[in-house]
T-cell receptor
Framework: DAGVIQSPRHEVTEMGQEVTLRCKPI?????LFWYRQTMMRGLELLIY????????DSGMPEDRFSAKMPNASFSTLKIQPSEPRDSAVYFC???????????FGPGTRLTVT | AQSVTQLGSHVSVSEGALVLLRCNYS??????LFWYVQYPNQGLQLLLK??????LVKGINGFEAEFKKSETSFHLTKPSAHMSDAAEYFC???????????FGKGTRLSVIA
């Protein structure tokens, strides 16, 4: 299995620009999680989906952030407009029903200048 | 609400010495507990998990952890450190399957030759 795939691996953009991060979960997994990692706040949940339906988006910082999961094999996290404080590593993870562990992608390192 | 406390943001050991990384959790329900390892510029890799079976859990790369309910602890150990163990280690908790993980702040392990 290819594991969780994220793209791009690195993104550098200017403040005000739109940024779209992409995630392909492990085939057959039915839960998908977006986490953000920063030095100050550590790893924190942004949003998660179960069977393509958003379950909890309380971790999304503000309206500039949005996430979609149009089908079981693809999800996007969009930031519009981006700000320097959005600079972080964004991880996508997936899991399977009746399992408890989550499998993480390699992350996208976002830098907003 | 669940929480995880990892004592020591940085632990340094000599090669061949015992590794002990501490994790205490708070949960209102029987927890599921995990240790993940993160190598530089990579995603999180599952080391081991506790899901209410045996209290002593063995994981990959020679690591193990013991669930102690009375102490609300889930410390990670390895009898003999190897240079390749140098990484960031995260303890995490969840209250059931397919739900978000709550992570500790992480402990950076350095191994000295």
């Amino acid at each position: 299995d290819a594991g969780v795939i994220q793209s791009p691996r690195h993104e550098v953009t200017e403040m005000g620009q739109e940024v779209t991060l992409r995630c392909k979960p492990i085939s057959g997994h039915n839960s998908l999680f977006w986490y953000r990692q920063t030095m100050m706040r550590g790893l924190e949940l942004l949003i998660y989906f179960n069977n393509n339906v958003p379950i909890d988006d309380s971790g999304m910082p503000e309206d500039r952030f949005s996430a979609k999961m149009p089908n079981a094999s693809f999800s996007t996290l969009k930031i519009q407009p981006s700000e320097p404080r959005d600079s972080a590593v964004y991880f996508c993870a997936s899991s399977l029903n009746r399992q408890y562990e989550q499998y993480f992608g390699p992350g996208t390192r976002l830098t907003v200048t | 609400a669940q929480s995880v406390t990892q004592l020591g943001s940085h632990v340094s050991v000599s090669e061949g010495a015992l590794v002990l990384l501490r994790c205490n959790y708070s949960s209102s329900v029987p927890p599921y507990l995990f240790w993940y390892v993160q190598y530089p510029n990579q995603g999180l890799q599952l080391l081991l998990k506790y899901t209410s079976a045996a209290t002593l859990v063995k994981g990959i790369n020679g690591f193990e952890a013991e669930f102690k309910k009375s102490e609300t602890s889930f410390h990670l150990t390895k009898p003999s450190a190897h240079m390749s163990d140098a990484a960031e280690y995260f303890c995490a908790v969840s209250d059931r399957g397919n739900t978000p993980l709550v992570f500790g702040k992480g402990t950076r392990l350095s191994v000295i030759a």
